[in-house]
């Protein structure tokens, strides 16, 4: 039997990093998605083929009594530890500890990106497995299993990149409880920097940064947690669609300085930002754990102007669509 999965990629549209203390966060799932193969093997073993993963220099093939890979073994496994901990956290669950399993990995998102690359592959291959064991999960079960991966990875992870992964659309999220928000087409240009972040060494960052001066950034992430709050009376209000996202966008500029506060901002990303709304972007920010990956602008009324700003300024624009739809078993074979 083989079973293949995919799960989408995200936006944070408001409240990145503030949402790991427990402050709400609001993102959506976007067009981009990451593909998981899954089939069993007689070994007894796990095998992952992530051919196409996008980390400068590493091509890897790897299981646990065979590994093929063209970099140092303690990157291949280091890269590939949210896929494993997916896999072994499955087994776990079906009682088939012993059980054999090949994964293989294509995707369409960048790596380290700020999209939820990692939180896809994990959601996707939690799907796929699940399925082949047996499992009957609901997505919401696969997004709260994609955040233990996270964690387990990480070390810390607030759980919105695989909950809104797993369940798809638009939602407010707050300490593990989401609640989906009225669906709407966001006129939105993803700008990526073409550099990488590392989550957990940014989520690390922030974590000395507050354990050095609590009483400076706590205030910090109060105010994120206001801007979120205030978003989402703005999304749920009857105002008309321009006054809408006048509001929104005055906010993301808000989120934006906040991050920039906090140091996850880069050079790059903050000219992304500033060549968005010079070329008339009502709103524009980092979008996911920063460090490099990328920015997003809101612009109603000039999205390809401001795609054009973004790659004038060294970017590359991604104008991405919100997927309705989370987690997809897309083919069962016998
Ligand atoms: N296609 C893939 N195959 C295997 N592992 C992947 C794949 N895509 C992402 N990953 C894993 O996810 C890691 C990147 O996750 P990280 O959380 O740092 O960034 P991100 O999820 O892309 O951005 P953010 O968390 O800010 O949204 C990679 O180093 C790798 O371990
Ligand atoms: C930086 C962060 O807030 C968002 C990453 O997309 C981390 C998390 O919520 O787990
Ligand atoms: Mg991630």
Same mark, same amino acid.
């Given at each position: 039997? *083989? ?29 981009? +998605? ?6 069993? &093997?007689? +070994? !007894? ?14 091509? =890897? ?10 970099? /140092? ?10 896929? *494993? ?5 499955? *087994? ?7 059980? !054999? =399993? ?18 896809? $592959? ?6 796929? =497995? ?8 609901? &997505? ?5 299993? !994609? ?29 593990? /409880? ?10 939105? $240009?993803?700008? %990526? ?39 989402? /009376? =703005?999304? @749920? ?12 966008? +005055? ?5 934006? !300085? ?15 930002? %500033?060549?968005? #709304? ?23 009324? &000039?999205?390809?102007?401001?795609? @054009?700003?973004? @790659? ?8 991405? #669509? ?13």
């Amino acid at each position: 039997m *083989r079973v293949l999965a995919s799960a989408p990629a995200k936006i944070i549209l408001f409240g990145e990093h503030s949402v790991v203390y427990g402050k709400p966060a609001i993102a959506a799932a976007i067009d981009l +998605r990451t593909y998981v193969w899954a089939g069993f &093997n007689d +070994r !007894g073993a796990i095998k992952i083929e992530a051919k196409d993963i996008r980390v400068p220099g590493l091509t =890897v093939s790897f299981s646990e009594d065979e590994i093929y890979f063209e970099s /140092d073994y303690g990157k291949a496994a280091e890269v590939l530890s949210y896929v *494993r901990q997916a896999i072994e956290l499955v *087994r776990e669950e079906a009682d088939a500890n012993g059980k !054999g =399993v090949t994964v293989s990995i294509t995707s369409q998102i960048p790596v380290g990106a700020g999209l939820g690359s990692s939180a896809a $592959v994990a959601v996707a291959t939690i799907g796929a =497995v699940s399925k082949l064991l047996g499992l009957e999960l609901t &997505n919401e079960e696969i997004g709260k299993l !994609g955040h233990k991966v996270e964690l387990l990875v990480q070390g810390a992870s607030s759980g919105i990149d695989p909950t809104v992964s797993a369940i798809g659309g638009f939602i407010h999220y707050e300490k593990g /409880d989401f609640e989906h928000l009225p669906f709407m087409e966001l006129p939105i $240009v993803v700008g %990526y920097t073409g550099s990488s972040g590392s989550t957990k060494e940014l989520v690390a960052m922030v974590r000395r940064t507050y354990e050095e001066m609590p009483e400076v950034i706590e205030p910090v992430l109060v105010a994120m947690g206001k801007i979120v709050e205030k978003a989402r /009376d =703005v999304i @749920t209000s009857d105002l008309d669609e321009e006054l809408r996202f006048t509001r929104l966008g +005055r906010l993301m500029n808000l989120n934006h !300085g906040l991050l920039d506060a906090l140091g996850v901002s880069t050079k790059k990303l903050s000219e992304l930002v %500033y060549a968005a #709304r010079v070329a008339g972007a009502i709103g524009a920010k980092i979008t996911g754990a920063g460090g490099g990956g990328c920015m997003y602008a809101l612009a109603p009324e &000039n999205q390809s102007e401001v795609a @054009t700003a973004i @790659t004038i300024a060294g970017g590359t624009p991604m104008i991405t #669509r919100i997927s309705r739809e989370g987690l997809r078993i897309e083919e069962v074979l016998p």
